[in-house]
Nanobody, 120 residues
């Protein structure tokens, strides 16, 4: 059974920083693309950033220059460094990963979500 466990959310003032982590555990043959998404109240879930197994990255326009996604393949972990946070970044942040569980099974997995609140 594969699980993704997020950590690092919390309350921060505008202009502050947070670092989110998401660790995959369980029966893992390989991890391909990983990413972060967020969902604010009353809005659809949206892509924040993604990173391939080769560490190519992609960002939503709204976070470019402020957020940085990275991964540690040895630890099966993806990170999201968030700087210059603004109230509009307030949302539940979810990590996602494409994971090969066996020679023939590749499936997408989601974490349970971690709340990020930006407020003074």
């Amino acid at each position: 059974q594969v699980q993704l466990m997020e950590s690092g959310g919390g309350l921060v003032q505008p202009g502050g920083s947070l670092r989110l982590s998401c660790a995959a555990s369980g029966s893992i043959f390989a991890i391909y693309g990983m990413g972060w998404y967020r969902q604010a109240p009353g809005k659809q879930r949206e892509l924040v950033a993604t990173i391939t197994s080769g560490r190519s990255t992609n960002y939503a326009d709204s976070v470019k220059g402020r957020f940085t996604i990275s991964r540690d393949n040895a630890k099966n972990t993806v990170y999201l460094q968030m700087n210059s946070l603004q109230p509009e970044d307030t949302a539940v942040y979810y990590c996602n990963a494409q994971i090969r569980e066996s020679p023939i099974v590749v499936a997408p997995y989601w974490g349970q979500g971690t709340q990020v609140t930006v407020s003074s």
